[in-house]
């Protein structure tokens, strides 16, 4: 096991009020009929994230697009032809995306939308702390803005965190973590590495307690139970798998078991519905002792993607994401260092 160290603490962020878009029928149609028109005429594709709604993930993939993880949404849009990328998600996303493709233009549904772990970490504190520990390699998650992914040696998914920080914890060198501290503790865990961690934490993943989550594997045995390492390690320590968002969709689609308990934003149900039909999907929960609601598995941000603005944004051409040139430069350099390590690791299972 690695060194600990004492978080760096920082306030609470306070999430927004939970306000989900409800459209009739008539609404909803009118509003795809719209959508799908202006991103053909003006050569956009439409890139989701699981976590927003089953209307913009559909929409999504019947336009030509994709729905998938913040990182592959950015490198879908690089890849596509288009010369416009319209981002269901949140911000860290639609900069991920610009930071990828400078030459093309990022929209963001929402540019209001917010992420609590990019929050939790804002890069006036950031720079000072990592400044303060010059002897650490900088290893930041991929939600985080682009001035912190710019400070950083390397950027990580959940996917590929484990593996990269191994790597770094074999050629002796020590890590400084941001910004989650639940997916920090997991990875110190696995790899044994040595860790300062940043105290962020994401509000969704925050909640789901261990003590209701025992009561409802007791009343479904035969249920496996996903995780997503943001989760606290109470949490963790109960999985039958602990994933990233395709991950954990993987799971439900290959594992034998009729039923499963995941404890992740209930957003990816919809893919995890469409993988395997027929399958049980049951909501982790995050009722129970220290818990401050009894429903709290889907993002508020997340929740203020919606059709009727995707079509405003559309039309208008609010949104759009711009980065200082020397800030993406930077940050695309230690986003690069991460898929050229994947990129390697593909070629060796080759």
Known sequence: MGTSYPLMRIPAVQAPPMIEEHLDAAERDALKARIKAQLQAQDAVLVAHYYTSAELQDLAEETGGCVSDSLEMARFGHAHAASTIVVAGVRFMGETAKILNPEKRVLMIDPAAECSLDLNCPADA????CDAHPERTVVVYSNTSAAVKARADWVVTSGIAARIVCHLHERGEKILWAPDRHLGRYVQRVTGADMLLWEGSCVVHEAFRA???????????????????????????LADVVGSTTQLIDAVRDLPNASFIVATDN??????????????????????EGATCTSCAHCPWMAMNGLRKLAA???TGAGEVRIDEAVRVQAVRSITRMLDFAAAERRRAA
């Open 126 to 129: 950031f720079i000072p702390f």
């Open 267 to 288: 957003g990816i149900f919809h893919k995890m519905k469409a993988a395997a039909p027929g399958k049980l999907i049951l909501e982790a929960p995050t009722a129970g």
């Open 211 to 237: 003590d209701a989550l025992k009561q409802l594997m007791g009343q479904h045995p035969e249920a496996a139970v996903l995780v997503h390492p943001e989760s606290p390690e109470s949490v963790i320590a």
């Open 313 to 315: 944004v559309l039309e």
